[in-house]
Every structure is written in structure tokens, then in C-alpha cells.
């Protein structure tokens, strides 16, 4: 069972190049996310998507744009990569968001380990 | 903005040793969700605890939800080099919110 793949999972990047990072998930979830996480900084989430061609911003969207032109596909994009973007990048799905008060599971991909130089 | 506080941040101890981990907030989360993860790995849900008091094993791990729920912890038994790896707690909010609040993880370390 794929899950949730996300691709490249390594990349450098120059000052002001840019970027998709892929993430595609064969679960038929509704709700898609990106989250950036650095050390000791926990996960914090950038975008998310409740369905096909519906996005929203998260806390930390600044840099970044998304689109969701398709249930299993949600692609982040970098436009001028910045050594604060230096980050490993999660894509996570779920098949809701709760269930009476339960949050329903997020499964997430492998990561993105993207370095700005 | 909800904050989720997680002690301790690092955590090494001996094969077969007991361990408790915090996650603690001013803020009152409708459930929360623990999460392990592994160096070059995502993370992978553990458990969610929904109701105030709530506990919930899961073999050799008890989750807790405080009454008021805005802790909850985690007790490892017999710790094992297999349960090495960065365990985060994340929080839901109230109505209307779709963000997950993570706190910024214990990393543990269990030496055979």
C-alpha cells in the first residue's frame, strides 16, 4: 500500500530558484496538508486542502502556494526559495477532520528534506 | 494561539527502565493525538484520547487525558530500543479550526 508519497526526497536549491514538491496519496482522502518541520521546532502546518479545488492558508503559508486540481494530487510550491525555507516538508491526508470530537488520523508522507543555499 | 508544551525535550534511558512524557497547554483541546516518528520517517498516529480522564493502553504504553483536557501523558513500560524516536502530542481545537496544534516532541533514546 503506497499511502501518501511525496517526491523528491532530497533537494538543494540557490537563493531565489523555485520549486514543486509533489505529494500524492492513493487513499481517496478528502482533506490533504503540508507542514514544515524544523529541529526542535515541532510541525506547523503551511497550506491544507478539504477537497479538490479548495485550499486554505495554514499558520506559517508565507512563500508558498498549493493548488488541488485533484483528490490524490497536492503539490506545494516554493517561487523564490529562501534560506528560511530550509526545512523537512511533511505531506499528510486524512479521509475527514472529526469524527463527533475525534480528530481523524492524518497519515503522512516520508518527508522532503529540502536545504536553501 | 493554543500551545502545546512537551517535557522533556530529550530522553535517554536503559533497556527495561519506566519513562513518563508531559504534554501540557493553557488551552482546552475538544482531543488530542499522540504521534511516533523516525529519522526519515513521518509520523505515525499512536492514539487519540477525546474524553476528559481518558485512559487508553496501548501494550506497553498508557496515554492519559487530563480532566480538563488540557494535558495528557504518556508512560512507556520496559522501555525497548524499538520504541526510540520522537513522539508528539497534537492538539484539536475548537469548532471551525482544521490545524492541528503539535507540540515540539520528546525525543527518546532507549540504550539495550
Known amino acids: 500500500n503506497a499511502g501518501v508519497t511525496q517526491t523528491p526526497k532530497f533537494r538543494i536549491l540557490k537563493i531565489g530558484q523555485s520549486m514543486t514538491l509533489q505529494c500524492t496519496q492513493d487513499m481517496n482522502h478528502n482533506y490533504m496538508y503540508w507542514y514544515r518541520q524544523d529541529p526542535g521546532m515541532g510541525l506547523k502546518l503551511i497550506y491544507y486542502s478539504v477537497g479538490a479545488g479548495i485550499t486554505d492558508k495554514g499558520e506559517v503559508p508565507n512563500g508558498y502556494n498549493v493548488s488541488r486540481s485533484t483528490t490524490e494530487d497536492f503539490p506545494l510550491r516554493l517561487e523564490l526559495a529562501a534560506p528560511s525555507q530550509t526545512s523537512v516538508y511533511f505531506c499528510?491526508?486524512?479521509?475527514?477532520?472529526?469524527?463527533?470530537?475525534?480528530?481523524?488520523?492524518?497519515?503522512f508522507g516520508d518527508g522532503t528534506r529540502l536545504s536553501i543555499l | 494561539t493554543q500551545l502545546l508544551e512537551q517535557s522533556p525535550q530529550f530522553l535517554s534511558i536503559q533497556e527495561g527502565e519506566n519513562l513518563t512524557v508531559y504534554c501540557n497547554s493553557s488551552?482546552?483541546?475538544?482531543?488530542l493525538q499522540w504521534y511516533r516518528q523516525e529519522p526519515g520517517e513521518g509520523p505515525v498516529l499512536l492514539v487519540t484520547v477525546v474524553t476528559g480522564g481518558e485512559v487508553k493502553k496501548l501494550k506497553r504504553l498508557t496515554f492519559q487525558f487530563g480532566d480538563a483536557r488540557k494535558d495528557s501523558s504518556l508512560h512507556i513500560t520496559a522501555a525497548q530500543p524499538g520504541d526510540t524516536g520522537l513522539y508528539l502530542c497534537a492538539g484539536i481545537g475548537g469548532a471551525g479550526s482544521y490545524q492541528l496544534t503539535f507540540g515540539k516532541g520528546t525525543k527518546l533514546s532507549v540504550i539495550p
Open positions: 488551552s482546552v483541546f475538544s482531543s
Open positions: 499528510a491526508s486524512s479521509y475527514g477532520w472529526l469524527q463527533g470530537r475525534r480528530g481523524q488520523p492524518q497519515h
